[in-house]
């Protein structure tokens, strides 16, 4: 199965990991090989994978708790949304730590804030394209110099990798 065969599917191609790049109007994610459905969150799991995405480790519904100051969701609650998002895929389990008596099951992110929202924009109809077009025109506007720059230079080193790339195909 393809993606022209499923449009819930964004097809990674074999390359540097967390780069985006424009092909054919559709954000694609260079990750190493392979399919990642389109997961739909909820507000709720949307808030505990951006949680988890700034931990930046596996975590347990217990240390999300104890961890997550400004959070009033309880344990219980919390452990049925991490279940929802390991139903979805977009978490898996690390591991068991020991806590006390019991024993703690900890899971790690398995979607990158990235893909998700690389996902999202795309399904709701949002290219790089006119993503880039909105970012060089606010730059231009605001006169930054030094941001144009270094835009300018980010785009020519993915321009010149993804010539490479072509000329690998051949």
């Given at each position: ?39 739909p ?92 077009q ?36 051949e």
């Amino acid at each position: 199965m393809n993606s022209i065969d499923n449009p819930n599917l964004i097809k990674y191609t074999k390359n540097t990991t967390k780069r985006f790049f424009l092909c054919v109007e559709k954000i694609v994610s260079w990750k190493e090989g392979g399919y990642v459905a389109y997961i739909p969150l909820t507000k709720s799991e949307e808030k505990l994978m951006q949680f988890l995405w700034e931990q930046g480790k596996p975590l347990s519904a217990s240390e999300i708790q104890a961890l997550w100051k400004d959070n009033a969701w309880t344990k219980s609650y919390t452990r049925d949304i991490m279940r929802a998002l390991e139903e979805k895929g977009a978490i898996e389990f690390y591991n068991l730590e020991r806590t006390g008596k019991n024993y703690g099951r900890r899971f790690r992110t398995v979607l990158t804030r990235e893909e998700y929202f690389s996902q999202l924009a795309m399904r709701n109809g949002v290219t790089v394209t006119k993503m880039f077009q909105v970012e060089a025109f606010a730059m231009v506007e605001k006169g930054n110099k030094q941001e144009m720059d270094d835009l300018i230079l980010e785009l020519e080193g993915m321009i010149e990798e993804y010539r490479a790339r072509d000329d690998d195909a051949e």
